[in-house]
């Protein structure tokens, strides 16, 4: 019954069976592979982006720092919700590497374009005393579950770029909100507006690869000159390749995160049914935030349950389900009785 993150699930046999294939026999390091140059036009091509830069690194959080660098100067700001990864989640490491301020908008997990306007003329009010706007960061799946519609990608897009800022989407959960909303990779990203994409797969089906999509060719030797300075450029790059190319062979990457989905709202329509579960917000992906008595977490933690504490009140706790592709109905099962025995 692991529910705390897809992050902590076993890499997909197929990805592992890539690695293998590419683990023979003397390749090129550092990314001139020919391993790596298949695996830059795939992600093109999915991407319909024929001129994007395609860069490989082996953390999510090494893909938002590196990316956001490109995008803002250190005299500027990345806006950002309160509860985004760059902001809560990666040691300050955005800030290391670009230089840049991290300005919050709003007080929920999406931003409002109310708001992020508001913060922008807030910035520009301070004249030359005050942080320059220099960029917009959303996080695709929310941290709290909920997406981004391709309006609202692009609504928040058009106000940035009418300020001249850069538009990074981090998507940690990308294929998730990708098959949720039934659209391409193109039309929620360049498409929507968005200038930089960090794409996820370690949370949906790799061991550890992530990619870096920029959509301005203009910033090849800024990123690579970063990656390599900031050493997250793997000398045995292949296997940073190999684990992407088994992970886009045969459409693996849409096919785990419309498991992953599916057993969500699985669960959810379960969950409904028990009076003991209390929704805090909708589910739209693969995340859960619900609460439940503190009897019920308990009898569920007593039956080695793994999810995430969010917090307590008045005898009700918060918690966190995260569902990952290769998460068995059987847990889900167990799960689900142990609160409809409870109820």
């Not at 009897?295 to 933690?301: G, S, T």
Request: net charge negative; proline share 3%.
């Amino acid at each position: 019954m692991y529910f705390a993150s897809d992050n902590a699930g076993i890499a997909h046999p197929e990805v592992m069976a890539a690695v293998n294939d590419a683990n023979k026999g003397y390749a090129l390091g550092y990314g001139l592979d020919n391993l790596t140059q298949d695996t830059v036009a795939q992600i093109r091509a999915i991407f319909e982006a024929p001129e994007a830069l395609v860069y490989l690194v082996p953390t999510g959080t090494a893909a938002n720092a590196l990316a956001l660098a490109c995008l803002a100067q250190p005299y500027e700001t990345i806006f950002c919700a309160p509860m985004a990864h760059i902001q809560e989640d990666e040691c300050g490491a955005p800030e290391f590497y670009s230089g840049a301020k991290l300005s919050l908008v709003g007080n929920t997990d999406k931003i409002q374009p109310d708001d992020f306007t508001a913060e922008i003329e807030r910035s520009l009010a301070r004249g030359f005393q005050g942080i320059k706007p220099g960029a917009l960061s959303l996080s695709q799946v929310t941290e709290f579950g909920q997406i981004y519609s391709v309006d609202e990608i692009k609504a928040l897009s058009d106000i940035a770029h009418a300020h001249q800022l850069g538009v990074h989407l981090d998507g940690a959960r990308f294929a998730n909100a990708m098959v949720a909303l039934d659209v391409s990779p193109a039309e929620m990203s360049w498409k929507a507006g968005v200038d930089a994409v960090s794409f996820g797969a370690t949370k949906n089906g790799c061991f550890g690869v992530e990619a870096v999509i920029l959509f301005d060719p203009a910033k090849a030797v800024e990123f690579e000159a970063r990656r390599k300075r900031g050493g997250h450029l793997m000398s045995k790059h292949r296997y940073l390749a190999a684990q992407m190319q088994g992970y886009l062979a045969n459409d693996l990457w849409t096919r785990s995160a419309a498991r992953s989905n599916a057993t969500c709202a699985r669960l959810v329509k379960a969950l409904r049914s028990i009076d003991e579960v209390e929704f805090d917000s909708e589910p739209q992906a693969n995340v859960i935030f619900c609460n439940i008595s503190v009897d019920a977490h308990q009898r569920l933690v007593d039956a080695g349950a793994m999810y995430s504490v969010i917090g307590e009140a008045d005898q009700r706790v918060s918690i966190r389900l995260v569902c990952d592709w290769a998460l068995k109905d059987a847990h889900i099962d167990q799960f689900l009785k142990i609160l409809s025995d409870l109820a």
